[in-house]
């Protein structure tokens, strides 16, 4: 008896996962007795003795007919693994969304917040470089007034060190004349 790989032609080209999980749910779904997968499993077995295609449709037929198998029996149960198999692909594209949506949408969302997070951060920046330029504003009028505090602190010292002097030297002076002249 063929498996099920060997009762359809053409697909080797294809990739063999997804093959392999069509035919697993054909095989899972599988109709007891004659029907329609066992129909092309003896049409796979008259294929290798090189019969012509209709001669051997109509052998495969002609045999399954006498377990019961009608024209109507066959179209109706390919038909019912076409639906299996219809089943399989939506059970797929759902998959698929989710993992759009998990991996490329997921991601698709991580980097737009990521660049929003960059301008957030080059606005912080440039709020920080503000306060940075007008701290060194603070800084060059700072050093312009330290210097012209400091100019009037000394000159207020020297002012008063010469007025200093000058009265010490005066009362230095009057008590030298009055012990040189009060006896």
């Known amino acids: 008896m063929s498996t099920l790989i060997d009762i359809f ?15 697993k749910a054909i095989e899972k779904n599988n109709i007891p007795g004659f029907d329609f997968v066992e129909f092309k499993q003896s049409l796979a077995a008259l294929a290798k003795m090189n019969m012509e295609e209709a001669t051997a449709i109509k ?3 002609a045999t399954a007919s006498t377990v019961g198998l009608t024209k109507q029996k066959l179209l109706e149960s390919g038909e019912f693994y076409k639906g299996v198999l219809r089943k399989e692909k939506d ?4 998959a698929l969304v989710n993992q759009i949506k998990i991996k490329v949408e997921g991601k698709q969302n991580e980097v ?4 929003e ?18 701290a060194r504003d ?3 009028s700072a050093d312009a007034i330290i ?12 002012n008063f060190e010469k007025a200093f002097d000058q009265l010490s030297s005066q009362i230095d002076v009057d008590l030298k004349n009055i012990n040189q002249y009060i006896a």
């Open 147 to 158: 210097k012209t505090e400091k100019d009037k602190i000394e000159l207020t010292k020297n």
């Open 59 to 61: 052998s495969a037929f």
């Open 9 to 23: 032609s053409n697909i080797e080209a294809l990739d063999a996962k997804s093959v392999d999980s069509l035919l």
């Open 91 to 94: 059970l797929f594209d759902a």
């Open 138 to 140: 603070v800084i060059q």
């Open 117 to 134: 997070d960059i301008e957030k951060h080059k606005q912080t920046i440039l709020q920080l470089e503000k306060q940075i330029e007008d």
């Open 112 to 115: 737009k917040k990521l660049q």
